[in-house]
Each structure stands twice: as structure tokens, then as C-alpha cells.
């Protein structure tokens, strides 16, 4: 959240920067788990250890929590 267009700054619009733009363009609804730039940003040096591994995994959960959401959702 907050990276769709909603801050009026045309580049702090994420929709159509990553591969789930193909899934918005084809109307088809996506959800998108992303970090903010940083200094290692999609270097070779972005690595594991320098994640925030609570933040890591509470987006894990985020994402876990939606599919099941939507697995009930769907009746199985």
C-alpha cells in the first residue's frame, strides 16, 4: 500500500513495475509484497542476512493468511 498512484507522485507509482503488472493489465487482481529501495537494491550484494527476518516473516504470514483467506473464500 502506497505505492499505487495514490501520493499524486507518478514515480512512487509501483503498478506497472514489476512482473505482476502483466496480472493489473489483464484485469486479473494481484498482490504485490515488496521492500522500499535500499542501498543493495536488486544488487548482487541484496542478500538474506541483511533482511529484516521479522519483517520477512511477517510478510510471510500476510501472504499465508490471504491464501488461506481465499482458499475459504473459494469453498474448499
Not at 484485469?27 to 536488486?42: K, N, R, S, T
Not at 520477512?56 to 500476510?62: D, G, K, S
Request: charged residues 25%; negative net charge.
Amino acid at each position: 500500500m502506497g505505492h499505487d498512484g495514490g501520493t499524486g507522485k507518478p514515480s512512487d507509482d509501483w503498478t506497472n513495475q514489476s512482473d505482476h503488472y502483466a496480472f493489473h493489465k489483464a484485469g486479473i487482481p494481484f498482490l504485490y509484497l515488496g521492500v522500499e529501495d535500499h542501498a543493495d537494491y536488486h544488487k548482487t550484494t541484496d542478500t538474506f542476512d541483511k533482511f529484516d527476518q521479522g519483517w520477512y516473516l511477517n510478510n510471510c504470514e500476510v501472504a499465508l493468511l490471504f491464501l488461506k483467506a481465499l482458499d475459504e473464500k473459494a469453498g474448499r
